[in-house]
């Protein structure tokens, strides 16, 4: 039998054209953002990739190596985000409250963690 060796560096993208050229799994449009957001509500990289299903565990943990390799640049992203949101939420006081961040998990959200799930 053969093994196929995987080249990691193909686990992250960046195109223009998708995702605004943010870093991504390629294939999914999944920006490294995203499940930056998603670990650090408390996900780890299993659940990441038993919940997202078309997600596989090698590609949670190049996301979260990208991370830690580019935080300052990832971290400046997601701060970004929470900025677009708020001034957002300051527009459109119906739909949004202040408090409101792009990263909070909902309790309706698919990817609400199992141990704060509503009972």
């Keep these: 039998?053969?093994?196929q060796t995987l080249n990691i560096g193909t686990l992250?993208?960046?195109t223009p054209n998708i995702r605004g050229g943010r870093p991504c799994i390629p294939g999914t449009g999944v920006t490294i953002q995203r499940i930056v957001g998603w670990y650090k509500v408390g996900l780890s990289p299993e659940e990441i990739a038993d919940t997202v299903g078309h997600l596989t565990l090698a590609q949670v943990h190049a996301a979260l190596?990208?991370?830690h390799?580019?935080?300052?640049?990832i971290e400046s992203v997601i701060a970004a985000d929470k900025n677009e949101a708020a001034r957002f939420a300051q527009q459109q006081p119906s739909n949004?409250?202040?408090g409101d961040n792009v990263y909070n998990l909902s309790e309706n959200s698919p990817l609400t963690h199992p141990k704060r799930a509503p009972a």
């Design 1 to 3: 039998m053969t093994m």
């Design 12 to 14: 992250i993208v960046r």
């Design 65 to 67: 190596a990208y991370y």
């Design 69 to 73: 390799a580019n935080r300052q640049e």
């Design 96 to 98: 949004c409250t202040a």
